[in-house]
């Protein structure tokens, strides 16, 4: 008897000291709360200042880096010495092609050396790109200036510009960017040209006989067809478009598919594929209509 009470009491001391260290052991939910709201706290603080700093990254330095991107400019405004200007949003969809061309000619400039070229206080043609963080650059065609019999005379240096921002000036090269600066931007259209408009409406058709579960793969579609064995009566048809839920944040998907339209046998679709979350560089190539 004495033996079974030696053991019950062993097995209740053990169980209350099991108790009393896991008292000890588990903090309390107010310490839980507390440092779990911290830990957000900071990793909110540091997305925060990450994002800041992305943001905030100076122009120039972007530009040297070749990473800029259309997102981070809020409109374009083009003039000329003569009082002719117009202004490019990224809030108007025909626009923001615009912006994307730009964009796309500028990371894909040269940096150019050397200090012969200047800027002039009246060039004729200039570029204000107005930055989501307020930031403002100026571009300017490069000018080469000679004096002769004590007068100045300053001539656009060929596909040359000078880029302004912050005080500091860099100097570089694209012929393509330097042609619309002096004269295609006021040949830009504001709404799609007829043969958007035919490739749209072409997709479209085509587009329907894939069903619902497909109807939001609208954004910049694109069409190639070609004649089967040469007979103007049957085609083969690529299209391709990305979703349009992607252009409110996330990633783009990418929906491909083939066609065989003919006058003889009708429509037969073909090789349907949706490419999930595609890169940047893809996306921009699917909705570039430039080079």
């Known amino acids: 008897m004495k033996k079974k009470l030696y053991v019950l009491f062993c097995i209740l001391f053990l ?26 706290l900071i990793n909110s603080a540091s997305q925060m200042t990450e994002t800041k700093k992305n943001i905030n990254q100076p122009f ?6 070749h990473s800029l991107e259309h997102n981070d400019v809020h409109n374009i405004k083009v003039e000329n010495n003569s009082g002719l200007q117009r202004v490019f949003s990224i809030n108007d969809g025909f626009q923001e092609r615009v912006l994307r061309k730009v964009v796309y000619w500028l990371n894909n400039s040269v940096r150019v050396n050397g200090t012969i070229e200047v800027s002039l206080d009246n060039p004729s043609n200039k570029l204000t790109l107005k930055m989501a963080n307020d930031e403002e650059i100026t571009i300017e065609p490069a000018y080469i200036c000679v004096v002769d019999n004590k007068r100045k005379t300053c001539t656009a240096k060929e ?69 089967i064995n040469g007979d103007p009566r049957r085609h083969l048809i690529f299209a391709s478009a990305l979703n349009y839920s992607g252009h409110h944040g996330g990633d783009y998907d990418k929906l491909t598919f083939s066609v065989r339209d003919s006058n003889l046998t009708g429509l037969q679709v073909t090789n349907v594929n949706i490419k999930k979350h595609i890169s940047q560089e893809e996306s921009e190539k699917q909705c570039r209509t430039f080079d």
Request: glycine share 4%; aromatic share 14%; charged share 30%.
């Open 159 to 227: 596909g040359k510009l000078i880029v302004s921002g912050n005080g500091k000036k860099v100097r570089s090269k694209s012929q393509s960017l330097y042609d619309w600066l002096m004269v295609g931007w006021r040949k830009e259209l504001d709404e799609a040209t007829k043969e958007e408009l035919l490739e749209e409406a072409l997709f479209t058709r085509y587009l329907y006989h894939l069903g619902p579960s497909y109807s939001e793969f609208f954004m910049c579609p694109k069409i190639k067809i070609e004649p």
């Open 15 to 40: 169980v209350n000291i099991t108790v009393v260290f896991a008292k000890q052991e588990v903090p309390n939910q107010d310490f839980i709360n507390k440092y779990f709201f911290d830990v957000n």
């Open 60 to 65: 120039l330095e972007q530009l040297m880096k």
